[in-house]
């Protein structure tokens, strides 16, 4: 290819990707705005949780309506397999199984040693009966990851509406333009800045940590540049957004045991920071991610 030839691919690429990006942080952003430019509030620390809900799962869409319209203005076509499709396709030939089991069990490996982690910084947080408070019966607490992870591979069509366009359309051009690495940094920062708005409301991380609504800004770039180094290497080894869409849904269930027995009560000091709270909770997920793209960077594929 001569440099001209790829020049013109690039311009291309970026080109395509601003008109996606305009067009999704545009539908996403302005139903936020519109919410709180009205009566309705948004606030998910002050209980509107109807209004709340219906941005959140308005918000998961737009990737995917984005994705649609963008590839209508651009002409790319809607494919569901194959280079530069829609990537919808399931294959399970050449273990490619493998990967949709890491999908599923991933989530709860790292959000288990995310809490035990907390537990080993804070050992007073560990309780017996704390399961008692948040559930009637422990046995539920100890069977809740297999539910979590039930729950996300059933309502897998929700995390489906994001990941068909930040892993589906964003990230084949993002690594294209930039490689593996920038690419899964450049587009985890993006991933992260399209939270702002419900970041800002309190989703997440609430209002009253230090910092806000700035360092929840950072912590939510970290978070999807952590998760969306797995996702997107999931979906470039399976050349299918499947996996991706189901680990994205079966990582908001947050399963874990432990988790029912760390009583946050019990937390002190910066632990008491849900911020950085967070952050101990994602250590484990940003080892493996950090595992994988060494791993993937020294893999052609």
Known sequence: MTDKKAGNERKLLLKNLLIYL???????WSAVFALNLSDISIDFADGSAGA????????????????????????EGHAFSGDGSMMLGIDLKNRKYVFYI???LLPWIYFELGN??????????FDREYFSAVDSDVRTAYIYPLMGIVSGVFFSVGGLGEELGWRGYMMPKMIKLFGKVKGVVFGGIIWGIWHWPLTYAGHNFGKSYIGYPFAGFAAMCFICI??????????VRTGSIWPAAIMHAVNNTSPSIIQFFRNPDKAAGIM???????????????IIAVFVLIVWTKDKN
């Open 22 to 28: 305009f067009i999704t942080f545009a539908l996403s």
């Open 52 to 75: 709340a809900n219906f941005v959140t799962t308005f918000g998961m869409l737009c990737p995917a309506l984005g994705m649609i319209i963008t590839r209508f203005i651009t002409k």
């Open 102 to 104: 890491i999908a599923v």
């Open 116 to 125: 035990l982690l907390k537990i080993v910084l804070q050992p007073g947080c």
């Open 226 to 235: 952590v998760t969306g180094i797995l996702l997107t290497f999931l979906t």
């Open 272 to 286: 008491t920071n849900s911020i950085f709270s967070c952050f101990v909770y994602y250590i484990p997920a940003l």
